[in-house]
């Protein structure tokens, strides 16, 4: 037989999953246990000593399972399978992105230590940087990104802080505008920067393109998160999040999620397994989606500017080079300016009938929302109009609805403010 390797999507259903183990169910089950037997002490202490790391396991060796804490088929095959789209070696999957966020922040920082992070992150990521870490004596340095790399030295240097940097965070494509970070600069910014052996790590929060459309681990980056509450989920009816990269860190991650406890359990595991079988499809038909919905807006005269990916012309310069590096498709996530300020905004989002009003992004129903009032409210005023974060800004998260029926109700709704 020729040599032939599947693609992540016809792997989706199967990777990982042994139905001879499980009375021959297709499906993986539940395993909605805390505890596993072992068959003899001997092999208990066996699986101890590597789940603790105190040896590496042998070749031979074929590990059980102990403890849900640790590890769960659920979240396993979830992990394995998850993997394969970014081509990392391993996965930790969490009960939400922001416990994948903050382990993996404190497992790599230590007091003293200081983190560069692109500007704006994700509210509850500003959040966590600026108030929770802090107080464990790790500040921070938050860059604007979307400027030559000088200039980004130039704000390291002025900080008084470079030497002490040990991780950079980047968000790309930028919630809710779309501004796109140069990964690969931010790289080559951290190992100049080094004055330590070990190198200073890069993590990169991938939620907006979800493992289709963007691989940071491709990119120079060296962890990458998810916020798998959006469209690794997808069917907004779980919160979940995930680690992944090299075996060596994300074994750190996973040590790190075994003593705060914040791994996902069995039953989000498995919503997860089910959700990962259709994500490229409902990816791509929101993509698609979104592309009608973009040129619908583009030409309707209520609508004074499309954040929208596909709009992107090489006139653009950094940022259309920056898209055409990184990114593989113009994404399902909009955010448009609507003529005149919250009264029209909210006029438009209060009338909306078959897209709902809500935060989040990522799932199979359209969402709408005001970033500058809701998810982005948190945000400095003078900031949040400098990234043009105004108050005429609405964001649309695309789903898998019929195009035509999302543009004849976002034109109804347009028609009544
Ligand atoms: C939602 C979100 C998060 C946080 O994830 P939770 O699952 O809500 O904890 C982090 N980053 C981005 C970009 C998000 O959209």
């Given at each position: 037989?020729?040599?032939?390797?599947?693609?992540?999507?016809?792997?989706?259903?199967?990777?990982?999953?042994?139905?001879?183990?499980?009375?021959?169910?297709?499906?993986?089950?539940?395993?909605?246990?805390?505890?596993?037997?072992?068959?003899?002490a001997e092999d208990g202490k066996a699986f101890f000593e590597v789940a603790y790391g105190k040896r590496e396991k042998t070749d031979e060796e074929e590990l059980g399972l102990i403890y849900s804490r640790l590890n769960n088929p659920n979240l396993q095959i979830t992990e394995d399978r998850l993997c394969l789209w970014d081509g990392a070696e391993d996965a930790a999957i969490f009960e939400s992105g922001m416990g994948a966020i903050s382990s993996m922040l404190m497992e790599f920082l230590n007091p003293g230590d200081v983190l560069l992070h692109s500007v704006p992150v994700y509210g509850g990521t500003d959040h966590f940087i600026n108030h929770v870490l802090p107080k464990w004596g790790i500040h921070s340095i938050g860059v604007n990104p979307?400027?030559?790399?000088?200039?980004?030295?130039?704000?390291?240097?002025?900080?008084?802080?470079?030497?002490?940097?040990?991780?950079?965070?980047?968000?790309?494509?930028?919630?809710?505008?779309?501004?796109?970070?140069?990964?690969?600069?931010?790289?080559?910014?951290?190992?100049?920067?080094?004055?330590?052996?070990?190198?200073?790590?890069?993590g990169v929060d991938n939620t907006y393109m979800g493992p289709i459309w963007q691989h940071p681990l491709k990119l120079g980056a060296d962890m990458v998160i998810y916020s798998a509450t959006k469209y690794i989920g997808g069917?907004?009816?779980?919160?979940?999040?995930?680690?992944?990269?090299?075996?060596?860190?994300?074994?750190?991650?996973?040590?790190?999620?075994?003593?705060?406890?914040?791994?996902?359990?069995?039953?989000?595991?498995?919503?997860?397994?089910?959700?990962?079988?259709?994500?490229?499809?409902?990816?791509?038909?929101?993509?698609?989606?979104?592309?009608?919905?973009?040129?619908?807006?583009?030409?309707?005269?209520?609508?004074?500017?499309?954040?929208?990916?596909?709009?992107?012309?090489?006139?653009?310069?950094?940022?259309?080079?920056?898209?055409?590096?990184q990114c593989t498709s113009n994404g399902a996530m909009?955010?448009?300016?609507?003529?005149?300020?919250?009264?029209?905004?909210?006029?438009?989002?209060?009338?909306?009938?078959?897209?709902?009003?809500?935060?989040?992004?990522?799932?199979?129903?359209?969402?709408?929302?005001?970033?500058?009032?809701?998810t982005h409210s948190d945000v400095d005023e003078d900031l949040r109009n400098k990234i043009g974060i105004t108050s005429s800004l609405v964001r649309i998260s695309v789903g898998v609805e019929d195009a035509k029926d999302l543009i004849w109700d976002i034109e109804q709704a347009l028609a009544q403010v």
């Amino acid at each position: 037989m020729n040599e032939h390797s599947f693609s992540p999507e016809s792997q989706m259903m199967s990777f990982g999953y042994k139905p001879e183990l499980s009375e021959g169910a297709i499906k993986c089950p539940i395993f909605q246990t805390s505890t596993f037997a072992f068959k003899k002490a001997e092999d208990g202490k066996a699986f101890f000593e590597v789940a603790y790391g105190k040896r590496e396991k042998t070749d031979e060796e074929e590990l059980g399972l102990i403890y849900s804490r640790l590890n769960n088929p659920n979240l396993q095959i979830t992990e394995d399978r998850l993997c394969l789209w970014d081509g990392a070696e391993d996965a930790a999957i969490f009960e939400s992105g922001m416990g994948a966020i903050s382990s993996m922040l404190m497992e790599f920082l230590n007091p003293g230590d200081v983190l560069l992070h692109s500007v704006p992150v994700y509210g509850g990521t500003d959040h966590f940087i600026n108030h929770v870490l802090p107080k464990w004596g790790i500040h921070s340095i938050g860059v604007n990104p979307y400027q030559d790399k000088e200039d980004v030295m130039k704000e390291i240097e002025e900080s008084g802080m470079k030497d002490k940097i040990r991780f950079v965070y980047l968000e790309t494509p930028a919630n809710p505008t779309n501004a796109l970070v140069d990964i690969g600069m931010f790289r080559e910014i951290a190992d100049s920067i080094n004055t330590q052996e070990e190198p200073i790590y890069i993590g990169v929060d991938n939620t907006y393109m979800g493992p289709i459309w963007q691989h940071p681990l491709k990119l120079g980056a060296d962890m990458v998160i998810y916020s798998a509450t959006k469209y690794i989920g997808g069917h907004s009816d779980l919160v979940a999040g995930a680690c992944l990269g090299s075996a060596d860190l994300i074994k750190r991650v996973k040590g790190f999620r075994t003593f705060m406890g914040n791994m996902a359990g069995p039953h989000t595991g498995w919503l997860l397994m089910r959700s990962l079988e259709t994500l490229k499809v409902r990816m791509e038909k929101q993509a698609q989606n979104a592309q009608e919905v973009a040129a619908f807006l583009n030409s309707h005269p209520k609508v004074e500017k499309v954040h929208y990916l596909g709009n992107l012309k090489p006139e653009d310069g950094r940022q259309y080079d920056i898209f055409k590096k990184q990114c593989t498709s113009n994404g399902a996530m909009l955010a448009f300016d609507i003529q005149g300020g919250e009264k029209e905004a909210f006029k438009f989002l209060n009338n909306v009938k078959l897209i709902k009003l809500a935060v989040s992004l990522g799932s199979t129903e359209s969402l709408a929302e005001h970033p500058a009032t809701m998810t982005h409210s948190d945000v400095d005023e003078d900031l949040r109009n400098k990234i043009g974060i105004t108050s005429s800004l609405v964001r649309i998260s695309v789903g898998v609805e019929d195009a035509k029926d999302l543009i004849w109700d976002i034109e109804q709704a347009l028609a009544q403010v």
